[in-house]
T-cell receptor
Framework: GENVEQHPSTLSVQEGDSAVIKCTYSDSASNYFPWYKQELGKGPQLIIDIRSNVGEKKDQRIAVTLNKTAKHFSLHITETQPEDSAVYFCAASIRGGSQGNLIFGKGTKLSVKP | DGGITQSPKYLFRKEGQNVTLSCEQNLNHDAMYWYRQDPGQGLRLIYYSQIVNDFQKGDIAEGYSVSREKKESFPLTVTSAQKNPTAFYLC????????????FGSGTRLTVV
């Protein structure tokens, strides 16, 4: 089946530093790539997404870049704050089957130290 | 406000019992999904439904059952055949089934006692 690989699995940064999380995908037909933030004991929340006709998208301190040729996309968080500490999941759209309509990476636990 | 509601937040089950987790959405979304999340793990798909009265098995469907009789509701039953049901269960919905993001509920934590 299709898969999404996400790295690193854990990331620790100092407050104010930048954090980068990278994902690669296998389905060349994927054309929608959302990112989710999950705080402890809660459901994942969509924080930003990008479609394949765009190379980069920004929303305040968060940005996502997409390289369709290399089949990878990345989440960039600048000026990190303690409230950014959470688990982040990337995802890529797929064509259905036993994996549904989005396939998720295994997550990155981000810790921002004050 | 539109959203997706899971209930209960915490659920305790005795071994050998079936339990049903509720998931309701008022977003008018066509597709709905159930995921299982174990501590420190990612999301594993149990079942999903792209339209009323239809659903498909995910990667870990064994020991679970679902129904989709109404667009807004997608209940999950954890049967006694599921040998290790203790986990965090997440329901999600999406506007369509291609190239749409998911909206997740707040989850149900199921514990076998």
């Amino acid at each position: 089946g299709e898969n999404v690989e996400q790295h690193p699995s854990t990331l620790s940064v100092q407050e104010g530093d930048s954090a980068v999380i990278k994902c690669t995908y296998s389905d060349s037909a994927s054309n929608y790539f959302p990112w989710y933030k999950q705080e402890l004991g809660k459901g994942p929340q969509l924080i930003i997404d990008i479609r394949s006709n765009v190379g980069e998208k920004k929303d305040q301190r968060i940005a996502v870049t997409l390289n369709k040729t290399a089949k990878h996309f990345s989440l960039h968080i600048t000026e990190t704050q303690p409230e950014d500490s959470a688990v982040y999941f990337c995802a890529a759209s797929i064509r259905g089957g036993s994996q549904g309509n989005l396939i998720f990476g295994k997550g990155t636990k981000l810790s921002v130290k004050p | 406000d539109g959203g997706i509601t899971q209930s209960p937040k915490y659920l305790f089950r005795k071994e050998g019992q079936n339990v049903t987790l509720s998931c309701e959405q008022n977003l008018n979304h066509d597709a709905m999904y159930w995921y299982r999340q174990d501590p420190g793990q990612g999301l594993r798909l149990i079942y999903y439904s792209q339209i009323v009265n239809d659903f498909q098995k995910g990667d870990i469907a064994e020991g679970y059952s679902v129904s989709r009789e109404k667009k807004e509701s997608f209940p999950l039953t954890v049967t006694s055949a599921q040998k290790n049901p203790t986990a965090f269960y997440l329901c999600a919905s999406s506007q369509g089934y291609r190239n749409y993001g998911y909206t997740f509920g707040s989850g149900t934590r199921l514990t076998v006692v």
